[in-house]
């Protein structure tokens, strides 16, 4: 796999990482390589961190094709990462790729463009208890279209986040809202896959569930509404 590095013009230090929170900073660069029908992957590129340019017609704002996974880097001696379970991660990011109608991504290849960026953002990667550097692939489709199918073209990147736990209070118990109404998953459905779908339609349940003084939502299963089907 070619990987371009394009410099970086003014880099920022990672200097600021005392309170974390979590998906909150990002680092210096970002990974990228687009799909085509005819040229498959290509133009794969570690980047600067930047805005995407996405036409107003990309499918994925109308027909949301779009999946993602979360993967974490921790500090090692001599200036290297430890990955948990990345191989685990690409196999479900492909798994989701393709019940969304997406091209699928060589495992190898990409493990090999997240171990770039890594090496190039180590200093990016937190050492405080209960802390990582957060690597967030994703695929979106890019083609302009509203018709409602497969879009041909599609971007990937890979942008990092150095995090603190997930919730504030660390892994002390957490109050948790069981969803009786509202179910996250149905047989069939893209309920395995990692997509913006699902997490946006569990949103509003959330959000209620968080007025109420909780901090996750526990869903039932969407025949019976009796048995547990996972946590947030």
Known sequence: MQIRIEPLADPRPAEFLRELGFGRYFTNRMFTQRYSPEDGWHSAAVVPYQPLALD?????????????????AYPRPQSQASFFRIDRNVTRFNRSAKRMGM???DTGMHVEAIET?????????????GSALYIRPVMVAT?????????RTFLHFVILSPVGPYFGTGLAPVPVFISHDYVR?????????????NYAGSIFVTE?????????????????????????
């Open 56 to 72: 107003p017609a990309s499918h994925v704002l109308h027909c949301g094709q779009d999946v993602f996974e979360g993967i974490k």
């Open 117 to 129: 960026l890594i090496r190039l953002e180590r200093d990016w990667i937190p050492t405080q208890p």
């Open 208 to 232: 209620e569930a968080r007025a109420r003084g909780f901090q996750q939502v526990l869903w039932l299963d969407a025949v019976d509404r009796r048995f547990v089907e996972e946590v947030g």
């Open 103 to 105: 091209p699928e991504i």
């Open 143 to 151: 083609e302009p279209t509203l018709e409602v199918r497969a879009s």
């Open 185 to 197: 998953a149905v047989r069939g459905g893209t309920g395995e896959a990692k997509t913006i779908a």
